[in-house]
């Protein structure tokens, strides 16, 4: 057994905050994986890198995933794929698609990996209706420090799935993943868009929706006084054969225009004044546009993966993302304390989400019944300080904050069950470490 030799390299999310000097370890098949879990005495698994923070960091030895990337078997008959955790959902579309299948729970990036996606028990825009991605895994197979693998389903190590399916790759490292696709007749998403003057009515468009396949809208964090929280809604069905236009293709669509943002700006391009502006426009322009549209499903799930490097138009310090979520009870309240705790903070995130989520199906999960809003901001002490009073709301309305997107609070919202999985990890003597789990003492 050989242990592929590791690299010194720059380490980091998608945020670029925090970045760390760590080693890098690029794991090709089990053999060489199990031969790298069995000589680190502690580290983490490391999936395409689109958590925000530091969930995939660990100053001693960071596992690259993408190596095992196979697809491992596909039953047209009840739609399970089985395929290896670094394997990328492009390359999953890539594939699927064309043959009238789609993954049930898709985030809004389609640079993830299958590990990723269970670890983070990721969600949709159909959360509110079909539940996280964990959901649909059938089984899993995890490997331990040493070495061996569990095989990991509903009925065999029940508490082990359970524990992964959100866990952050602190159970163990997922090398295969069973999961259920859906299937689709069409590679076409029939959108109809609505707009709100106001945080209320936003939330009210998403309630009535609740009964659409997809949904997900904009918020204006720029907007203040009656318009707060005003925004656009996003629905989406799959569309059927006959709503296409005569002689579209109903599964391939057509090649997507893409640009690259070459270099990192010296300077934030997307807050303040861009951000301000982007935000100014784009409410009233989708007030004018067409109501109900067909688009692919690439520029509807994913259309921010057209601009390769994006997010480094957040300039040289990187940006954070504060994603939270809140029990139905409490959602209205707390959503609207957020946004007006960042107006009067004098910040305002470019882009913001808000969604309606229905309950995770891991221990960890970061999904519950109730809304979820996710805010970017440049990494700064201005933004951590806002950060802090936002952490307070959340723990005052018995929410959490997104694992996955978080890279510095210093306490974990009681709204997880923390000791539970605390207890877990002590429990099987766990190694798996990461900064994120370092920081919030997991
Ligand atoms: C533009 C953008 C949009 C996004 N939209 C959404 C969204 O709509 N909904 C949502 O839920 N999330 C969303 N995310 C977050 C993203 O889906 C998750 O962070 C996901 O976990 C990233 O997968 P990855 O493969 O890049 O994992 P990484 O970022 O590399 O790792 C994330 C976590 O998974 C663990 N992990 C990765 N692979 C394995 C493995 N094989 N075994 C064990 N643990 C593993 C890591 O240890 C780490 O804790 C978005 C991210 C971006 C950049």
Same mark, same amino acid.
């Given at each position: 057994m050989s242990i592929p030799p590791g690299t010194r390299t720059k380490l980091c999310g998608f945020g670029r905050y925090p970045t760390i000097t760590g080693r890098l370890v690029a794991a090709r098949d089990r053999a060489e994986l199990s031969a790298v879990l069995q000589a680190e005495p502690s580290l983490i698994a490391r999936g395409?890198?689109?958590?925000?923070?530091?969930?995939?960091?660990?100053a001693d030895c960071v596992v690259s995933m993408?190596?095992?990337n196979r697809f491992v078997d596909f039953d047209a008959a009840t739609g399970v794929l089985v395929c290896?955790?670094?394997?990328l959902l492009a390359e999953i579309l890539q594939v699927m698609v064309p043959r009238g299948w789609f993954p049930p729970v898709s985030p809004g990036?389609?640079?993830?990996?299958v590990g990723g996606m269970v670890a983070a028990d990721v969600h949709g825009k159909n959360a509110h209706r079909?539940?996280?991605?964990?959901?649909?895994?059938e089984w899993l197979e995890l490997m331990q420090q040493d070495g061996t693998i569990k095989r990991c389903s509903r009925t065999r190590y029940p508490a082990w799935l359970h524990a992964t399916i959100g866990g952050m790759g602190l159970t163990?490292?997922?090398v295969t993943v069973a999961f259920r696709m859906i299937a689709i007749r069409t590679a076409w998403i029939h959108r109809e868009l609505y707009t709100a003057v106001g945080l209320g009515a936003a939330m009210e468009l998403l309630d009535r929706h609740a009964g659409r396949h997809y949904t997900a809208a904009w918020v204006d964090c720029h907007a203040r006084g009656k318009?707060?929280?005003r925004a656009v809604l996003f629905c989406g069905e799959h569309a059927?054969?006959?709503?296409?236009?005569?002689?579209?293709?109903?599964l391939h669509i057509p090649q997507r225009w893409t640009a690259t943002v070459p270099l990192t700006p010296?300077? =934030?391009? @997307?807050?303040g004044f861009c951000g301000r502006l982007f935000n100014e426009l784009y409410y009233p322009l989708n007030r004018l546009k067409v109501r109900q549209q067909l688009v692919d499903y690439q520029r509807f799930?994913?259309?921010?993966?057209?601009?390769?490097?994006?997010?480094?138009?957040?300039?040289?310090?990187g940006f954070c993302q504060y994603q939270c979520v809140f029990p139905d009870a409490t959602s209205h309240r707390g959503v609207r304390a957020v946004l007006q705790a960042q107006a009067a903070s004098g910040q305002a995130s470019p882009l913001a989400v808000l969604k309606r989520l229905s309950a995770g =199906?891991? @221990?960890?999960?970061?999904?519950?019944p109730g809304y979820t809003l996710a805010m970017d901001y440049v990494a700064s002490e201005s933004t951590f300080t806002l950060f802090r009073s936002l952490d307070a709301i959340v723990a005052e309305h018995g929410g959490r904050i997104y694992l996955a997107k978080?890279?510095?609070?210093d306490e974990i919202a009681a709204g997880y069950p923390v000791e539970q999985f605390r207890h877990f990890r002590k429990a099987v003597d766990?190694?798996?470490?990461s900064l994120l789990a370092e920081r919030l003492r997991l």
């Open positions: 395409n890198g689109r958590s925000y923070g530091d969930a995939a960091l660990n993408l190596g095992l290896e955790a670094g394997i990036t389609q640079y993830v990996t079909d539940g996280t991605f964990g959901q649909y895994v163990g490292v997922i318009a707060l929280g059927e054969v006959a709503a296409l236009p005569p002689g579209t293709a109903a010296p300077c =934030s391009l @997307l807050s799930f994913y259309p921010l993966d057209a601009i390769t490097g994006w997010h480094r138009l957040y300039g040289p310090r =199906s891991g @221990l960890m999960s970061f999904a519950m978080d890279s510095r609070a766990m190694r798996f470490n």
